[in-house]
């Protein structure tokens, strides 16, 4: 399972559905994995909370793997997002992370976990909501 920023910040604020998904992934024993730009996005974040926040994130992360990015994952994201982008003549509205995710998910073939569907969805890949 490919965890989605909106997950993981829905898991830390609390959010009952997501705590009560990432439970039953934990239960199955799902191997839930972040690809860094998912990181990228948590730091940014947190760097505009306080000292506290950006540990909580930081001790967080450390219980799941972190997916690099490389060159194929680089590849497979711009052929998603142009792929996304050719379907709605040019302009899908989808910023340059969620293709990074959604590669993770297409090369490790598992779904994204996300609030954000539609996104993921237009990147052609396997989506799980929560």
Known sequence: MIL????????????????EKGLAL????????VPSPVVVELSYGAAFGDEEELRNV???????????????????????????????????????????????ADIYDEPVLTANIEHFDALDVDVEAY
Do not use: C, N
Not at 4 to 19: E, H, K, M, P, V
Not at 26 to 33: D, F, G, I, L, W
């Open 58 to 104: 930081w001790k967080a992360l450390r219980m799941y793997p972190v997916v690099e990015q490389d060159e194929t994952i680089a590849h497979r994201a711009g052929q998603l997002l142009a792929g996304a982008d050719q379907q709605t003549d040019g302009e899908s509205g989808i910023d340059k992370v969620d293709p990074m995710i959604a590669a993770v």
């Open 26 to 33: 934990s239960e199955s024993r799902t191997v839930q994995r």
């Open 4 to 19: 989605d920023t909106s997950f993981l910040i829905d898991l830390f604020d609390g959010q009952r559905d997501a705590f």
